[in-house]
């Protein structure tokens, strides 16, 4: 019987492929937001949405700067489940 893997293993395979290939110390720190990020969330990645989003920007004081780089790693995110819409933006970014 073959076995099927579980979305979170190819979640992980995925980022460990994405962080492999390109600007290698970006790409790392990016994956590492990601992984921040699911953590924070304590739930599977396919639950997560953008209530989470938003409550992660709002419970964590951060830089602007470090607040963009969160939103694109999510954003990576959501481009590794597969979502159509990109995640809420923070306040401070949407200008």
């Known amino acids: 019987m073959?076995?099927?893997p579980s979305k979170s293993?190819?979640?992980n395979f995925r980022l460990k492929s994405y962080a492999k290939k390109g600007g290698k110390k970006h790409r790392h720190r990016q994956v590492q937001?990601?992984?921040?990020?699911l953590k924070y969330c304590g739930c599977p990645a396919d639950q997560i949405g953008n209530r989470h989003?938003?409550?992660f920007f709002e419970d964590n004081f951060m830089a602007q700067s470090t607040k963009r780089d969160y939103y694109y790693a999510i954003k990576l995110l959501w481009l590794?489940?597969?979502?159509?819409?990109?995640?809420?933006?923070?306040?401070?970014?949407?200008?």
């Open 53 to 55: 989003v938003r409550k």
């Open 80 to 95: 590794m489940l597969g979502r159509q819409k990109n995640p809420d933006k923070p306040k401070e970014l949407e200008n």
């Open 33 to 37: 937001r990601v992984y921040k990020f």
């Open 9 to 11: 293993n190819t979640l």
């Open 2 to 4: 073959k076995k099927v």
